[in-house]
């Protein structure tokens, strides 16, 4: 399976950052972006102030999010480069957070900050986070369970 077209290039940049720690984008991640880039509208009418992905492994969906966010994952909705919200993205591994890091800043995700936690230490939020994701790995057992 493909990456939606207008992800191509932040997928290829993901994947290019990710090494051996980190899983690298792939079906799952692309059906979670086609999922967010379907729901643009309703999340852009959020106006969200924070966005959190847990587990962000590579950063992917987290820069898909803004994409779709700031309206450059369509040309049916216009680009809107004043509202730009605070994005955070969570992992436990540290290979993940640089690799998610250097992608938001490569994509000049200026209002992006990638953070080592866990999930139930990650954050005490004050207020409400509009946009919460997670796209946990896929990784298969040894056996039918």
């Known amino acids: 399976t493909a990456p939606p077209a207008w992800a191509a290039d932040l997928i290829a940049d993901a994947r290019a950052r990710v090494g051996l720690e980190v899983y690298p984008p792939s079906d799952d991640t692309f059906l979670l972006l086609e999922a967010l880039a379907a729901d643009a509208a ?42 730009v919200p605070l994005i955070l993205a969570i992992d436990k591994n540290p290979s993940a957070v640089a690799s998610a890091a ?36 896929y990784v ?6």
């Open 42 to 83: 309703h999340l852009r009418a959020l106006r969200p102030s924070l966005c959190i992905e847990i587990g962000c492994g590579s950063g992917a969906v987290s820069a898909g999010l803004l994409e779709v966010l700031l309206g450059r994952a369509s040309s049916e909705l216009p680009a809107d480069e004043f509202f």
């Open 140 to 145: 298969p057992g040894e056996k039918e369970e």
């Open 102 to 137: 250097g992608l938001l800043r490569a994509r000049e995700a200026n209002r992006a900050d990638c953070i080592r936690a866990s999930l139930t230490g990650a954050l005490r939020v004050r207020g409400t986070a509009e946009v919460v994701v997670c796209n946990p790995p």
